[in-house]
């Protein structure tokens, strides 16, 4: 009982004090849902919350706000597992082989775990952010940590965090796409809270984010979306959506449940919109109409006019990866939950996350 507590507790990025805290939180029972966040986790009743609504009338442009250098993003097998943690659906990556760095970020950034936040069936809306009031059908968000902070640390620094932000918007008239279908066919396995499975996708980030203008983003100071709601997050939505058939990611609203037993699926689970509080949002240069999103004078490499088919990649040979990126074999993809055990590796992998965690 207690392995599967600490491994519920381990694969919670975003779920910084589930399992460890008196107090759990949810998203759509009022006696534990985002109205009662600030009385069980002080942070969440903080100024500089997240997320916002993103009112484009209302941005500063900001010409230092240029294209991200992308590490890896371009490299196939970087994600080990994906997992039901109660609260969203995170993809897990190795252990420092995907970074990203410029794009206004103060250094390099390590990603971590990629989750989404969704509503009640394809045709309601599920996003986090807004833009102009609108909210999309399913935010994704990929959540780095700076490098150089222990990852327990990260969360103590305002600028420990970056989490780059994407809309996705649900369509019938669009062909299915082979690696975002990869990306939720696994889900009848992990359809209960602490549920992971090795992940069986072969596709990269960028095969997933590629369709997007990735120099066109806004930028805030924010927290992370969930308790416990710290003030660490460096925030980059996308202007531009990820356009998907509505049938590729059906099983977000069919498979994954906050308790199996009793049938409750989980659903809507995205934060409501907080106040900007004077807070300032930036546009990026690329979103500066005058310029047309070409270059001003800078000594910097200048890739914001970069295609967005063409991003920035680099692919690093990091540390001692195994063999996964060329020769990658899908795994069985047994379910794990509690002590049937994960293997020393995942632990290792999942270890960093564990101390985040109990560093509360
Ligand atoms: C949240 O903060 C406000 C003022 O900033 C305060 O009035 C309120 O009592 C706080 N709520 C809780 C639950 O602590
Ligand atoms: C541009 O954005 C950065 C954050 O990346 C901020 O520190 C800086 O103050 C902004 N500059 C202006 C002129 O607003
Ligand atoms: C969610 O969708 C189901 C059907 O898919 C419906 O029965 C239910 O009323 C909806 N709930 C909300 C809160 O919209
Ligand atoms: C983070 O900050 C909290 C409170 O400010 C402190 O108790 C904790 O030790 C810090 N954690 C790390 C890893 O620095
Ligand atoms: C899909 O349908 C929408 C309206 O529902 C339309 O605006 C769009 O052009 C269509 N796209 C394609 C590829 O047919
Ligand atoms: C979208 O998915 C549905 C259901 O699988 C399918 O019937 C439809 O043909 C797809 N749309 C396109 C344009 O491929
Ligand atoms: C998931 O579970 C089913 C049985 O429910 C099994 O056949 C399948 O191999 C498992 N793995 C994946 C990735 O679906
Ligand atoms: C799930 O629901 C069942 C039936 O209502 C209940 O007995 C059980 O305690 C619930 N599990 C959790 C983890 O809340
Ligand atoms: C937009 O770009 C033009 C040309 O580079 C520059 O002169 C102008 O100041 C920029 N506008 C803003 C609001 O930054
Ligand atoms: C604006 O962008 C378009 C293509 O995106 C380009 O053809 C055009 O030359 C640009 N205009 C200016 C004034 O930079
Ligand atoms: C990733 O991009 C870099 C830089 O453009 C390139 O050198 C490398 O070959 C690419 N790797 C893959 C697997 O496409
Ligand atoms: C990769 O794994 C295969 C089979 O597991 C092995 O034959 C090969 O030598 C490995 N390559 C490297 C570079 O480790």
Redo the contacts with the bound molecule.
């Keep these: 009982m207690e392995t599967i507590k600490v491994i519920t507790g381990i694969v919670s990025l975003i779920t910084l004090t589930h399992s460890l805290s008196h107090h759990e939180f949810c998203y759509q029972d009022p006696s534990c849902g985002p109205g009662m966040w600030v009385t069980y986790f002080p942070k969440c009743n903080g100024t500089h919350q997240s997320p916002i609504d993103i009112d484009t009338n209302s941005v500063q442009h900001n010409q230092s706000l240029r294209a991200f250098n992308f590490y890896n993003y371009n490299v196939t097998g970087t994600i080990t597992d994906i997992t039901n943690n109660g609260h969203t659906v995170g993809l897990y990556f190795e252990d420092g082989s995907v970074k990203i760095s410029a794009g206004g970020l103060n250094g390099h950034y390590f990603a971590k775990q990629l989750h989404f936040h969704w509503g009640?069936?394809s045709h309601?809306p599920g996003s986090e952010h807004t833009l102009n009031g609108k909210q999309y059908s399913i935010s994704m968000h990929i959540v780095h940590t700076k490098d150089g902070y222990p990852t327990a640390e990260a969360k103590n620094h305002s600028d420990g965090i970056a989490v780059l932000s994407f809309f996705i918007k649900l369509v019938d008239n669009k062909s299915e796409d082979a690696h975002w279908k990869s990306i939720f066919k696994p889900l009848k396995n992990i359809s209960e809270p602490g549920q992971s499975v090795p992940f069986p996708g072969r596709f990269s980030l960028m095969d997933l984010i590629s369709g997007v203008d990735l120099t066109k983003y806004y930028r805030y100071d924010g927290s992370l979306s969930s308790p416990g709601c710290d003030e660490a997050v460096v925030w980059t939505v996308f202007r531009e959506h990820i356009v998907l058939n509505a049938s590729v990611v059906e099983g977000l609203?069919h498979d994954i449940y906050v308790n199996k037993t009793d049938g409750k699926k989980l659903?809507?689970n995205f934060r409501p919109t907080m106040a900007r509080n004077g807070r300032a949002v930036w546009a990026s240069a690329a979103l500066n109409s005058t310029s047309n999103g070409t270059r001003v004078t800078t000594s910097e490499p200048d890739t914001s006019t970069r295609k967005a088919t063409q991003p920035k990649t680099t692919a690093t040979p990091y540390p001692p990866k195994p063999n996964t990126t060329s020769t990658y074999t899908p795994r069985t993809t047994t379910v794990r939950s509690g002590s049937s055990g994960l293997p020393l590796a995942r632990l290792s992998l999942l270890l960093p996350l564990a101390l985040f965690l109990l560093a509360r």
């Design positions: 009640n069936n309601s609203y659903l809507n």
